[in-house]
């Protein structure tokens, strides 16, 4: 389905163009009609699947069509802040034929620079839920003319633990108000809090059960103590333009990218213990090309819109099958093709077991030619 048959406001397809949107992604072909008619909507989507701009467009498009300016309209609550970040991109992309202004309000960065941004106006706030609560209950976040309600990655904020704080901000918005959630699963609470926070919802279901057809997806078996030794073996063997290396922790993510750099790699990370300037720094850098390797940890695996990445190479495999599914959606986006490496110890059989159900295929298992895989462990006292 071509843009402009979802008859938009004119001045909305200047964004359109400048986003290099020719043909709407199924979600966006689902969800854009029924929320410009003004309905509730419930979306099941994985990230990568556009589903940022099929609620982006509809809030830019009854924005647009009248009411009051320099007054927060719409309000989108996403679980974290590159999300909010991301988003914030999006809607200056798609809103630059109008004067349509938007603030993003999230913690771990002053709160001066965003209640300034609220006073200078803005329509639209994207906010993460603690700091919004902070400046709802400061006066500085004015919520009495939300018209719209956007719950993104509903699941996630559950995860996290924000689901208290998310059902205070559903008090805090008025009761008349167009409200869509999206979430790529629906744990037992995230169904309660749609039946409490949604009227009568259409409901979008874009199917998450499987991967992108689009990546391939290999199983390199190794004993724990020569993870390391495969990865930097792996990473010489393969053509390293764009590499998105997940780990469990925050200890390992940074351990990792040391012996990366030290291997001789372009490299960052990203993961919880970097401050926010050191998280765009990072970010910034993996997606102008400036560091080919990026080592995460789960916070990124939601949400991140880099679309040029090659490989995705779990150094750790994830605890869930929705994790593993989120993290090697990194890859394989926007119909190109992108590999998927899993660094697999004897642990990890029931993960695997689950993966290939879900799959419906063996995964493939590799080993590399010439590394030496009964290399001794080294003394405990390393």
């Known amino acids: 389905m071509d843009f402009k048959q979802f008859q938009l406001d004119p001045r909305l397809m200047q964004g359109v163009q400048k986003a290099g949107y020719e043909k709407a992604t199924p979600i966006q072909e689902a969800a854009i009609p029924a929320a410009l008619r003004g309905r509730d909507i419930i979306g099941t ?217 030290r291997a001789g790699f372009k490299v960052t990370s990203l993961h919880g213990d970097r401050s926010q300037g050191q998280r765009q720094s990072a970010l910034k850098g993996f997606k102008s090309g400036h560091h080919d390797i990026m080592v995460a940890t789960d916070i990124a695996a939601r949400g991140l819109d880099i679309e040029t990445v090659s490989h995705v190479i779990n150094y750790d495999m994830p605890d869930t099958a929705d994790a593993y599914i989120h993290r090697i959606g990194r890859t394989g986006r926007a119909q190109r093709t992108g590999d998927a490496f899993t660094l697999v110890t004897d642990e990890d059989k029931d993960m695997i077991r689950i993966l290939e159900r879900i799959m419906g295929a063996e995964l493939k298992r590799e080993t590399l030619e010439e590394f030496d895989y009964k290399a001794p462990a080294p003394p405990r006292s390393e």
């Open 45 to 261: 989507a994985q990230t990568g699947t556009g589903k940022t701009a099929a609620f982006v467009l509809p809030i830019l498009n009854k924005l647009i069509s009248g009411g009051q300016r320099n007054v927060p309209r719409a309000l989108i609550v996403t679980p974290t802040r590159e999300l909010a970040e991301q988003i914030h991109d999006v809607i200056k992309v798609l809103s630059a034929g109008t004067k349509l202004k938007s603030v993003t309000i999230y913690g771990g960065v002053g709160a001066n620079p965003q209640v300034q941004a609220l006073r200078n106006g803005a329509e639209i706030i994207v906010a993460c839920p603690g700091r919004l609560l902070d400046l709802i209950a400061q006066g500085h976040a004015k919520m009495a003319n939300i018209e719209l309600l956007v719950l993104d990655e509903a699941d996630r904020m559950f995860d996290m633990g924000f689901l208290p704080d998310v059902r205070r901000i559903v008090k805090a918005v008025p009761e008349k108000r167009q409200t869509m959630m999206f979430s790529a699963t629906f744990p037992a609470d995230v169904e309660l809090l749609a039946k409490q926070a949604l009227k009568e919802p259409q409901k979008i279901a874009m199917g998450i059960s499987k991967p992108a057809h689009t990546v391939a997806h290999a199983l390199y078996p190794v004993p724990q103590h020569l993870k390391s030794a495969l990865l930097l073996e792996l990473l010489k063997r393969t053509d390293t333009n764009s590499v998105l290396v997940f780990t469990r922790t925050k200890h390992r993510a940074s351990r990792v990218a040391q012996q990366i750099e």
